[in-house]
């Protein structure tokens, strides 16, 4: 299906000589006597090189339309994360493509795998986690505010998050997958 840039929306995925990319902001422009022009920052879905260029607002594009499918995370055989679909059929991803999902990897998560032309380009994370807090700080006396932030490291990866100064060992925590960021405490 074509497009012009004009009518590319974030998140779309086009095709650049024969490259997937997937545009992260678009930006219409119309100044005076100059033709419209589309600022676009894309983000190569193979190589994961992110540019920003400037469009014709009228140029055409192909637009892709990936494959997702949900999988289980089986185990790692470097430099390769390994995935399982409900037919037991694996998928190997690449650690450049995992690294938004390394923090909050563990045995069994699943999660959805993003293909294009039958290669897995992405792994995607549902919007929010919970994951348990291995360590941090004690919390201050008399500060309950939660404005106050401190470092506090999640299982089962070790990764490193602010959390407010009331969060403690063993409390669960709802993660923001997209800003890697404290959302709330659970119970």
Wanted: hydrophobic residues 35%.
């Amino acid at each position: 299906m074509m497009k012009q840039a004009q009518e590319l929306r974030h998140g779309n995925v086009i095709l650049i000589k024969e490259e997937p990319y997937v545009i992260l902001k678009g930006e219409y422009n119309k100044s005076g006597r100059n033709a419209a022009v589309m600022k676009l920052k894309l983000k190569n879905l193979f190589t994961g090189n992110i540019s920003e260029t400037v469009y014709k607002a009228d140029e055409k594009f192909e637009t892709v339309i990936l494959e997702r499918k949900p999988c289980t995370y089986s185990y790692f055989a470097d430099p390769m994360y390994v995935f399982m679909d409900e037919e037991y059929n694996q998928y190997e991803v690449e650690k450049e493509n995992m690294e938004n999902v390394l923090p909050f990897l563990e045995d069994g998560m699943t999660a959805e795998l993003v293909f294009f032309q039958g290669r897995p380009i992405a792994v995607e994370l549902p919007p929010s986690i919970i994951r348990e807090i291995e360590y941090t700080e004690p919390a201050v006396r008399g500060d309950t505010t939660g404005k106050v932030m401190k470092p506090a490291r999640i299982k089962p990866t070790g990764y490193e998050i602010m959390v407010p100064a009331f969060v403690e060992i063993g409390d669960k925590i709802e993660i923001d997958t997209t800003t890697l960021e404290y959302k709330r405490r659970v119970q």
